[in-house]
């Protein structure tokens, strides 16, 4: 607890509109994915095999949709952004796997890597100063 209590003090002191702007673009990317989830929810299917698959696939549509969409509202809004952050991650870790098992498309690779290190930095930095976390905090 006293580690995250001086990260959070560290990145408040060190904070600027460029990395707020930065979770706030993030936390938009990361929504639009989800919502492209929903739309290409045959691709996943084409990479599941045939049978007894249905319980996994609905588990994985629900897990990656919900966690897309809502976890990017709250990165946006600076709610929760670690939490967010870190439940992104086995996320994209697993979008960065699909690209080796079928066919190799080096834009989504570059996509899920680059997301998957802005998951990295906001796990470490926080939220910011621009943020509900902050306001909430200053509140108490």
């Known amino acids: ?3 995250i209590v001086k990260l959070n003090k560290w990145a408040n002191e060190n904070t600027n509109i460029g990395t707020d702007m930065l979770r706030v673009l993030f936390g938009a990317f990361i929504f639009y994915k989800g919502t492209f989830f929903l739309n290409q929810t045959d691709y996943l299917t084409e990479l599941l095999p045939g049978d007894g698959t249905e319980g996994v696939y609905f588990i994985l549509v ?7 969409i809502c976890g990017g509202l709250f990165i946006i809004m600076g709610l929760l952004t670690r939490v967010c952050s870190l439940l992104q991650v ?5 979008a960065i796997a699909v690209n080796f098992t079928g066919t190799m498309d080096y834009f989504n690779i570059a996509q899920a890597s680059a997301a998957l290190a802005f998951c990295f930095c906001f796990l470490f930095y926080g939220s910011g100063r621009h943020s509900v976390d902050y306001a909430l905090k200053l509140n108490m």
């Not at 629900?62 to 897309?68: I, S």
């Not at 086995?90 to 697993?94: E, R």
């Open 90 to 94: 086995p996320i994209l870790i697993g």
């Open 62 to 68: 629900h897990y990656v949709a919900l966690a897309h």
């Open 1 to 3: 607890m006293e580690t």
